[in-house]
């Protein structure tokens, strides 16, 4: 039995050192990750520059890649049971957000290829002297799906009427505050707005980015209220009532099957030939359960692109000479994987605990998620789930971050031993290999994550075994995605979970909901009534300051150091435990063309002007 056990251990530690060299030396590299002051560089494509052409009275924006031509249909997918809501500006979740959010415009965009903010539905952005004065003007010209002008009265009501106003999801209201200030908004012609900043506010720019509302459709909808609002444009809602922006508009929506999209032929971007962009007929989603069954359909052709993990990107590298698809490295993922207990002490509406008073001592001692965190075997997380495709990650911050603490991305080594010795200091004790804290009680507790996400399923399953080797009881669950979300940011019932958060290299303020003690993603320890925001850990209050400090501050070197005190703090404190960050390695079919893709923006950052050869 040993033979063999020895047997395998070699031949996977051969497998690893083969697909070590494989992704290092044979999948393109379509963007470096090097990192110079606050740009990605760019070496595989050269995009043109941004630039606006005005015919006829329209603003168009100029496509940066070279002309296509029109027709075919690009098919890609998405995990779960699909979007929850089409309301862009109540959505909670990633899937909802992305369903809605390629329907509507922004102000501005992040450009994939530099990540620099430029404009978008804006033709010109101008920042004043003061560094607190924004003065937009919208591209003249462009049209409502339904065909009414789209005016600066949409962008004013956007803003102070939904975001400002608290409508639906809150998360970047909450974002905006500067003390107890939101920016304020003021109409200059039809044409022009003014937004004026209490001080110099650095991440404002990059938040402009939030899709801007018809007046004309959703303003009735807000005199109604907010529950009226959250309830607008939900799943059920018949295609033909959306009133959009974007490049595609949705046409038919199966729940748990597919989301199709048409093109807008009166986009607003055109080519270098004067064409109208989108070149695609139609842009559609497969909803597709798991991440096994999205690959079948991939290996079907009825998958256009697909995001490959662990061991089945050797698999497909080696097939890729022979077949109708090229494989893309898009280097670490800017989104983070993350273990966190519910650290919440307090009582919901009803008068009970979110959490079982004894495991709410558990979950709260310093010492106990030591211990969980130097029990988790990062590295082979790293070698039997990514297949190597993977780095440990020990930071809140993606391990491509500008921003990056280096001094603490490295980590430490599993300890098995150092994590017993956490628990002893706390009380805990063992008996026939149980763990029980001082009072007698079993450590027994439920673990969540997403159903269909086998990533994450063989991650909790790793977890669970890491932790029994402590003495813990692990009930393992994973539930449907929108379930589990309901019980983070709801009804906080849950002892602890395995998920993720987007994330951007470029700007840490963006995760101010999760970090700040009243922040709409602040899971480890949510708080649903505003004087509970008074009874804060000393570091929840010095994470407050943190993002304060760096939110006013302009220096790049002096918000870095902010920035890496953070992720220190969550280091230290460890109200989530960050595990691994997967290499992101996608195939494409080869009969698109404008297939740029960007450690960024991904494979389809710039879906409008893909092309089916």
Known sequence: ????????????????????????????????????????????????????????????????????????????????????????????????????????????????????????????????????????????????????????????????????????????????????????????????????????????????????????????????????????????????????????????????????????????????????????????????????????????????TVALRGANVPLFKEKEPFSDYKIYNLGPDTGTMYFAYNLNTRKNEDGKFYVDPVKQKWFNDLNFRKATDYALDRENMVFNIASGVAKPLFTPEPLSSIYLNEKIAKGHSRNIQKAKEFLKASGFYWRKNKLYDKDGNKVEFNLFTNAGNTERESIGVMVKQDLEELGMTVNFKPIEFNTLVSKLVNSNDFDAVIMGFTGSPLEPYGGKNVWYSNGTLHVFNMRKNPQDNKKLFKWERELNDIFDKASLELDFEKRKTLYERYQQLIYDEKPIIYLYSPIRISAVRNKFGN???????????NLEEIYLK
């Open 1 to 304: 039995m040993k033979k063999k056990v020895i047997y395998l251990i070699l031949l996977l530690l051969f497998f690893a050192l083969v697909l070590s060299s494989c992704i290092k030396a044979d999948i393109p590299v379509s963007e470096t990750a090097s990192i110079q002051s606050e740009k990605f560089l760019q070496d595989a494509f050269k995009p043109y520059p941004t630039a606006t052409k005005t015919i006829d009275g329209t603003d168009y924006l100029l496509s940066r890649s070279p002309a296509g031509k029109y027709g075919g249909t690009l098919v890609t997918s998405t995990i779960g049971e699909g979007p929850k809501t089409f309301n862009s500006w109540n959505s909670m979740d990633a899937t909802s957000s992305a369903a809605a959010d390629i329907m509507f415009d922004g102000l501005v965009t992040t450009d994939a290829y530099t990540g620099e903010v430029i404009p978008k539905l804006a033709k010109t952005v101008k920042i004043m002297p003061d560094n607190k004065t924004y003065i937009i003007e919208l591209r003249h010209g462009l049209k409502w799906s339904d065909g009414k002008e789209i005016t600066s009265d949409d962008v004013y009501f956007t803003w102070n009427t939904i975001i400002f106003g608290g409508y639906g999801n809150t998360s970047t209201r909450d974002a905006m505050y500067i003390g107890d200030e939101l920016p304020k908004i003021e109409k200059i012609d039809k044409y022009t707005v003014k937004f004026t900043t209490p001080k110099p506010f650095s991440p404002f720019l990059r938040q402009l980015s939030v899709p801007i509302a018809p007046k004309h459709v959703l303003e009735p909808v807000t005199n109604k209220g907010k529950r009226a609002f959250a309830s607008f444009w939900g799943s059920n809602t018949n295609p033909k009532d959306f009133v959009t922006s974007g490049a595609f508009k949705l046409v038919e929506y199966v729940p748990a099957q597919r989301l199709v999209y048409k093109r807008n032929p009166d986009y607003y971007m055109i080519d270098e030939k004067g064409q109208k962009l989108p070149y695609l007929d139609k842009y559609i989603i497969l909803i597709v359960g798991d991440l096994n069954n999205e690959l079948l359909k991939f290996q079907s052709k009825e998958l256009d």
């Open 595 to 605: 297939i740029h893709p960007t450690e960024l923006g991904g494979v389809t950052h």
